[in-house]
């Protein structure tokens, strides 16, 4: 059930304020100790209620970013929390860093990561992952990745089918994009296609930019073409056997990620999740604690799945916590 909220334009940004709620001390010390063990890898210290009258100011990305926070103030704050949401610009963290703003929240870990190694901020750090716009597996073809017999594009002998799971020998294109290809790749293990030298998650350049010399196994004997996708991507759908696409791409050929994937990218431990961001002068900040509760809550667990039919899916398991 959604709760009752007020909205005013203030300076052309929107100010969402909730009803009012009690939020004790021994309530802010256990809901924080929560947060710290599903939040972000870097510990940060919640044991202090801060004021929860007073508004906080939000950086947040355009598009499914600002809709996805828009929802979880609106609908999964205590009534007490107040929320200013202003549009996000390249230097928002550095805006956050310096005390122009409370919290960031449009960018995925690698941009952020880049923005800490290019700015030096030693006062930010990931307090929530939230979502991840993940790639997935596509086939005009075949239905599933279930283990099959089944052999194609052998050449010295006629292709051996005999169910609709991608066959042994299956061409498989991804995208030419050193992240695109590394992602794909990910994809392809956390299906079970094939095996790599290291698992999903890691954040370094070695780990978003891996190649097929990470492949150890390719347990479908599956033949790996990074292609350029330009104005081909519904030829490249239709002539081979599987294709890896983000969901933009999808969209484009009338594909949808939660219907039509044969695989899709897991949410849980996705070196791609947006990230909510705090500095560390908000330690001990209810307000944040709650946000960041929200934005890794079941409730937006089930507004992702039901708004953005996979091509936006949660990092948490969306259980409850």
């Not at 790599?196 to 004997?221: E, K, M, W, Y």
């Not at 983000?246 to 899709?264: C, K, M, V, W």
């Amino acid at each position: 059930m959604q709760r009752a909220s007020h909205r005013s334009l203030v300076n052309g940004t929107v100010v969402l304020n909730r009803r009012s709620v009690l939020a004790t001390a021994a309530f802010a010390l256990a809901a924080a100790t929560g947060l710290v063990g599903c939040g972000s890898d870097t510990q940060v210290n919640y044991e202090t209620a801060g004021d929860a009258g007073d508004s906080i100011v939000v950086y947040v990305g355009t598009g499914d970013d600002r809709e996805i926070l828009e929802y979880a103030v609106e609908n999964l704050l205590p009534a007490s929390a107040k929320v200013e949401l202003v549009d996000a610009s390249d230097d928002s963290n550095a805006k956050v860093a310096a005390g122009d703003g409370d919290l960031s929240f449009y960018q995925h870990i690698p941009a952020f990561e880049a923005d800490l190694g290019k700015l030096s901020y030693d006062n930010l750090s990931i307090v929530s992952k939230v979502n991840v716009v993940p790639y997935g597996l596509y086939s005009s073809k075949w239905k599933d990745v279930k283990d099959t017999d089944s052999w194609v594009n052998v050449g010295l002998v006629a292709d051996e089918v005999t169910g609709q799971s991608l066959p042994h020998g299956s061409q498989v294109v991804l995208p030419a994009t050193p992240t695109g290809f590394a992602r794909g790749l990910y994809l392809l293990q956390s299906a079970g296609l094939v095996k790599l030298d290291r698992p999903f998650g890691g954040t370094s350049a070695v780990d978003l930019t891996i190649t097929q010399a990470n492949v150890l196994d390719s347990l479908r004997h599956l033949s790996l073409l990074g292609l350029a996708y330009d104005d081909y991507l519904q030829s490249l759908y239709e002539n081979y056997d599987a294709v890896v696409l983000n969901p933009d791409d999808a969209a484009s050929i009338g594909l949808t990620p939660a219907e039509d994937a044969l695989a899709i990218e897991p949410g849980p431990g996705n070196p791609y999740a947006h990230v909510l961001v705090a500095p560390s002068r908000l330690a001990g900040d209810q307000r944040v604690l709650e946000l960041a509760r929200a934005l890794e809550s079941p409730e937006l667990a089930q507004f992702l799945e039901t708004k953005f039919r996979g091509a936006n899916i949660p990092v948490a398991t969306g259980e409850s916590r």
